[in-house]
């Protein structure tokens, strides 16, 4: 097994309400070894989302490190982080967030006309991935001309055309019902965890986090760690 490709180290996440501070994550320290695939479970309010932003680092700690592949990511600055999270890591969201005015295939190529790869290139591979989820039929399609489960697939398309090392995925079946839930978890395992990626997904679905290598348990924001 590879030595460890994320280490997050006595991590803290505080937020102000008010005159109150909110401590949201409670020094939370794991390790994740590249190709794993790990669940992060707990009640609503655990701090599950929070966490997953920090290691997206869309989100700065209060304190702690965030270190990949032995980088400190918050020690670079503004640009480098964002060309790190852009080239690095993929997203997926409980809720799809496609840009409506545009069609499928356009919304899959976003990350790379950031990259500034050319529009040829990108809408060729973005098509690939798009085949790759069984939606090429529809890549003409705005969000609104597709179901739920297809716009789902399509945000999965999405985060994985860039070829990120690590997905983060935030309760990407919650909003589906069981068949098509699966469908989508099953297209994420396809594409990140068999080609050797990294799978992160935040689910209140027990059955779900019985497939994992890991599973992060977080309650009052204090984080502990199983071994499946």
Excluded: W
Aim: include cysteine.
């Amino acid at each position: 097994m590879n030595s460890s490709f994320l280490v997050i180290e006595d991590l803290c996440r505080d937020f102000a309400r008010g005159s109150t501070v909110v401590e949201v994550l409670k020094s939370v320290s794991f390790s994740i070894q590249r190709g794993q695939f790990i669940c992060v479970v707990g009640s609503s309010g655990a701090g599950k989302t929070t966490l997953l932003q920090v290691v997206g680092t869309l989100l700065r700690p209060t304190s702690g490190k965030v270190v990949f592949d032995g980088k400190e990511v918050f020690q670079t600055s503004r640009a480098e982080l964002s060309r790190f999270r852009n080239e690095q890591i993929g997203f997926v969201f409980q809720f799809h967030y496609l840009l409506p005015e545009f069609s499928a295939v356009e919304n899959v190529s976003m990350p790379l006309m950031i990259r500034r790869v050319s529009p040829k290139k990108a809408l060729s591979q973005s098509l690939s991935l798009l085949e790759r989820v069984g939606l090429e039929h529809r890549s003409s399609h705005r969000p609104t001309e597709l179901s739920f489960g297809e716009q789902q697939r399509v945000a999965v398309a999405r985060a994985m055309v860039g070829e990120p090392e690590i997905i983060l995925a935030d309760e990407p079946t919650g909003n589906l019902d069981r068949e098509t839930g699966q469908r989508v978890f099953s297209l994420l395992m396809d594409l990140t965890v068999k080609k050797g990626k990294t799978l992160v997904v935040v689910t209140h679905n027990e059955r779900l986090a019985s497939y994992a290598d890991q599973v992060l348990r977080l309650a009052d924001g204090v984080c502990t760690c199983e071994e499946t």
